[in-house]
């Protein structure tokens, strides 16, 4: 029985992970990785007028004396509403940073925006208000916004 368990979850992990969903390449100028960010995305629920992509990415930001830059890793998982190649993109996540003299950080990047992508092209563009969420310590809104170009790789 243990045996049919794990096969059951190993083929359905494998399924989740190589599945034929669409995926990206993305940079992300401004936005939830800081100043900018470079980002792998994957579609995992599909339809013409829904698409729900999770989104991992990495930046550098340099923040002051006494920290020094940060390596920062926002994760994240957008809903896009809309259709023929037009849509709301509402995204929240988590960006986990770690700064070059040690200290961590985790903050909470969310996103509104609008997203054009071609029915029969291989790239989005995004514009969005990507505000930046701290919580632990005290909270603070930080407003920003993105701009973002992705191409689709098969």
Known sequence: MRNWLLLTFSLLAV??????????????LAGSGGFGSINYEKGFIENPQFQLIGRVGFSVAPIDRNNGSALVFPVMAHAVFGKNGHGLDVAAGQAFSLTTRG???????????YRFQPLE????????YTPIVSYLVDFQWEHWGGLTFGYQFH
Do not use: C, D, I, T
């Open 15 to 28: 399924n989740l992970l190589f599945a034929q969903k669409h995926r990206y390449l993305s940079f992300e």
């Open 103 to 113: 200290s961590v950080f985790l903050r909470m990047p969310l996103g509104l925006g």
């Open 121 to 128: 092209k291989h790239y989005y563009l995004r514009v969005s």
